[in-house]
């Protein structure tokens, strides 16, 4: 079974562009969220989806922005990038909290913002 | 704030010894994770521990949660190369949100 697939797995913009960033869930599982990975640090929650509607919202600004499709799939939106928005994303899809909860990684999308 | 804290942050230790990583946290939580992420890699899943007391072992790796302590442990026993990576451990926030907040990371480099 194909696991968590992210894309693009790396990509360039510049300060102010946006970026869209794409996550397709293990197939079954109905949750998806979204991390950010600064280098040398540990993930930072960002949102999370299940059965389409966000149940979680982390610390960052309006400018992030999410959607879950009818699939599962996820989408990430970053508007009027900054430097310091240059990271490794992550996307992870779960059964849900009713399971165990555990969450299943993708390679990642990594962002570098010039 | 939930705060997850983990030590030490660095561990160089030599092929065959044995180490604990600990993990402490700030909040009631009955949920806890513990991941491996390989340098330029994503995060793969090691133990999903669901209660007190529950303990879980892989090959070299066993571990272990106190909710009464708020506290997991990472006991690595005899330890070899291929473990070196860095270990977080993950916390699920509490009253059916769906927010984890990862630990800062323990960078282990096993020496031959």
């Known amino acids: 079974d194909a696991g968590v697939t992210q894309s693009p797995t790396h990509l360039i913009k510049t300060r102010g562009q946006h970026v869209t960033l794409r996550c397709s869930p293990i197939?079954?599982?109905?949750?998806v969220s979204w991390y950010q990975q600064v280098l040398g640090q540990g993930p930072q929650f960002i949102f999370q989806?299940?059965?389409?509607?966000?149940?979680g919202r982390g610390n960052f600004p309006d400018r992030f922005s999410a959607r879950q499709f009818p699939n599962y799939s996820s989408e990430l939106n970053v508007n009027a990038l900054l430097l310091g928005d240059s990271a490794l994303y992550l996307c992870?899809?779960?059964?849900?909290?009713?399971?165990?909860?555990?969450?299943?990684f993708g390679e990642g999308s990594r962002l570098t913002v010039l | 704030e939930l705060k997850v804290e983990q030590n030490p942050l660095f561990l160089s230790m030599q092929e065959g010894k044995n180490y604990t990583i600990y993990c402490n946290y700030s909040?009631?939580?009955?949920?806890l994770y513990w991941y491996r992420q390989d340098p330029g890699k994503s995060l793969e899943s090691l133990f999903v521990?669901?209660?007190?007391?529950a303990v879980k072992q892989e090959g070299r790796l066993m571990a272990s949660l106190d909710t009464k302590a708020r506290l997991s442990t990472l006991h690595i026993t005899a330890a070899v190369h291929d473990l070196s990576a860095t270990y977080f451990c993950?916390?699920?926030?509490?009253?059916?949100?769906?927010?984890?907040?990862f630990g800062t990371g323990t960078r282990l480099k096993v020496l031959a």
């Open positions: 993950a916390v699920l926030l509490p009253s059916g949100t769906y927010k984890y907040i």
């Open positions: 521990l669901l209660s007190n007391g």
């Open positions: 909040t009631t939580s009955d949920r």
């Open positions: 992870a899809s779960s059964l849900g909290i009713g399971n165990t909860g555990e969450l299943f």
């Open positions: 989806y299940y059965e389409k509607e966000e149940r």
């Open positions: 197939s079954g599982h109905k949750s």
